[in-house]
């Protein structure tokens, strides 16, 4: 029986994760909590010096059969820069899969989101202008809410992993790739943990938020120009061709 976390869908937010998540869920070998995010290692309530694992592992009490494997999804991780020391020391042989999404999209569909729940009032635009002043707000500048475009900024959180985490423990896919390609992006996904795969149906926009309206063309501008070179350093850093990503 799993006494530790053996894997985290550790990011990026609103990159697929859901989808993700709610297909693991239907894998026999696995054990999901029903609570998506556990938020246990971006926790800074938790004394770190002397962590008490236990609180994370009540969420797993329910996995009752000893062939499970312990995992969880919360997309934050990538992001949080603390996290990574922190899931180094509880599992050093743990696994991580991240998904990465378009940064132009994915900042349009994070504010998209806030907004929905009440806690973004500016417009989009007003939004990215303003991201590094209110960010600048908090100690470490890392903002659950408005970071729309800090987020986006895959290199330096992928190196920052790396540090920690040996870089065969982490598969990095593409959004794309699960949502066009489930079948074969589930069997690479299920290698990594270690499991063989199981038939699944596709599942379709899981989780996703409704636009009220496209994003603003100014808006698009903005970003290409802030993301150009981020997205060309990461085809060299994942040997990807992300040409695509400009033709939004």
């Known amino acids: 029986m799993s006494t530790k976390v053996n894997f985290l869908i550790a990011g990026t937010q609103k990159g697929g994760t859901t989808a993700l998540y709610s297909y693991l869920k239907e894998h026999p070998k696995l054990y999901m909590p029903e609570t998506k995010e556990l938020h246990f290692f971006d926790n800074e309530t938790i004394e770190w010096a002397k962590p008490n694992y236990n609180l994370y592992h009540k969420h797993f009490e329910n996995s009752n059969s000893k062939e499970r494997i312990w995992g969880e999804a919360t997309p934050i991780y990538m992001y949080w820069k603390q996290s990574a020391v922190r899931i180094k020391n509880y599992n050093e042989k743990i696994k991580l899969i991240i998904i990465?999404?378009?940064?132009?999209?994915?900042?349009?569909?994070?504010?998209?989101?806030?907004?929905?729940?009440?806690?973004?009032?500016?417009?989009?635009?007003?939004?990215?202008?303003?991201?590094?002043?209110?960010?600048?707000?908090l100690e470490n500048s890392q903002h659950r809410?408005?970071?729309?475009?800090?987020?986006?900024?895959?290199?330096?959180?992928?190196?920052?992993?790396?540090?920690?985490?040996?870089?065969?423990?982490?598969?990095?896919?593409?959004?794309?790739?699960?949502?066009?390609?489930?079948?074969?992006?589930?069997?690479?996904?299920?290698?990594?943990?270690?499991?063989?795969?199981?038939?699944?149906?596709?599942?379709?926009?899981?989780?996703?938020?409704?636009?009220?309206?496209?994003?603003?063309?100014?808006?698009?501008?903005?970003?290409?120009?802030?993301?150009?070179?981020?997205?060309?350093?990461?085809?060299?850093?994942?040997?990807?061709d992300c040409n695509e990503w400009f033709l939004i």
């Open 100 to 137: 990465l999404r378009n940064p132009i999209t994915r900042a349009y569909s994070h504010w998209n989101m806030e907004s929905i729940r009440n806690m973004e009032s500016l417009s989009f635009i007003d939004a990215i202008k303003n991201e590094k002043t209110r960010c600048l707000e």
């Open 145 to 240: 809410v408005y970071s729309y475009v800090d987020r986006g900024f895959y290199c330096k959180q992928l190196t920052h992993l790396w540090n920690y985490i040996k870089k065969d423990q982490i598969l990095i896919i593409r959004n794309e790739e699960l949502r066009n390609e489930p079948t074969k992006t589930l069997a690479k996904i299920y290698s990594h943990i270690g499991i063989d795969q199981i038939k699944q149906k596709p599942m379709n926009n899981v989780f996703h938020h409704p636009y009220n309206e496209p994003m603003p063309n100014k808006a698009k501008q903005v970003l290409l120009e802030i993301f150009y070179e981020e997205i060309k350093n990461l085809e060299q850093l994942l040997g990807w």
